[in-house]
């Protein structure tokens, strides 16, 4: 069975700081790994994800995310944030095991950006 | 349109009634799926079809009912709604065999059952 484990439920940070979103995932196949963005009163948007390659994955609104497969995690981060990148946060996993390929979610951490 | 169209956006239903949240993609994608967001628990799967014509069972399907008749549409049905069912209902669709791409999801329907 896989699972995903946001270890923060909420990260206030000032704007132009720089910031980290922990993502912890447990899986007993192969995996893919996702970063979706929710803004208040919207759906969820793709982020960034990993497939396959190059460890470091680079997505939308200058964020990144690195998969570290010894630590099982795949954490996000942006080096300032604005304002605009107040919104929830959801890491998710989807193993590689055909017919359903399950996806499973984290519970979410809602990042507050300061003036 | 593009992308995926949720319908309605929010609702108030008496304890009871019948109601169908609707959901229609124009991308053409084969996998849809029906997610409810609850606070703290996260995107739960309440249930999904990789092709028009089949469906399956998600994490928490009892008390809902789905159809995939075509490969735009994916309603989703309360036969008989009860307070628990109070959430906010995502449909998402993709496209599988095509290098395990992200999912694209509707804005939402709020629903209250009272």
């Known amino acids: 069975a896989q699972s995903v484990t946001q270890l923060d439920s909420q990260v206030p940070v000032f704007e132009e700081a720089p910031v980290e979103l922990r993502c912890n995932y447990s899986?007993?196949?192969?995996?893919?790994l996702f970063w979706y963005v929710q803004y208040p009163n919207q759906g969820l948007q793709l982020l960034l994800k990993y497939l396959s390659g190059s460890t470091l994955v680079k997505g939308i609104n200058g964020f990144e995310a690195e998969f570290n497969k010894s630590q099982t995690s795949f954490h996000l981060r942006k080096p300032s944030v604005h304002i605009s990148d107040t919104a929830e946060y959801f890491c998710?996993?989807?193993?590689?095991?055909?017919?359903?390929?399950?996806?499973?979610f984290g519970t979410g951490t809602k990042l507050q950006v300061i003036p | 349109i593009a992308g995926i169209t949720q319908a309605p956006t929010s609702q108030i239903l008496a304890a009871g009634r019948r109601m169908t949240l609707r959901c229609t993609q124009d991308?053409?994608?084969?996998?849809m799926y029906w997610y409810r967001q609850d606070l703290g628990l996260g995107l739960r799967l309440i249930h999904y079809?990789?092709?028009?014509?089949?469906?399956g069972k998600g994490e928490v399907p009892d008390g809902y009912s789905v159809s995939r008749a075509n490969t735009d549409d994916f309603p989703l049905t309360l036969a008989s709604a009860v307070p628990s069912q109070t959430s906010v209902y995502f449909c998402a669709s993709r496209e599988l065999g095509q290098g395990n791409y992200g999912y694209t999801f509707g804005s939402g329907t709020r629903l209250t059952v009272v």
């Open positions: 899986s007993s196949v192969s995996v893919y």
């Open positions: 998710a996993v989807s193993d590689s095991a055909g017919g359903y390929q399950k996806v499973t």
């Open positions: 991308m053409r994608h084969n996998a």
């Open positions: 079809s990789n092709t028009a014509g089949t469906t």
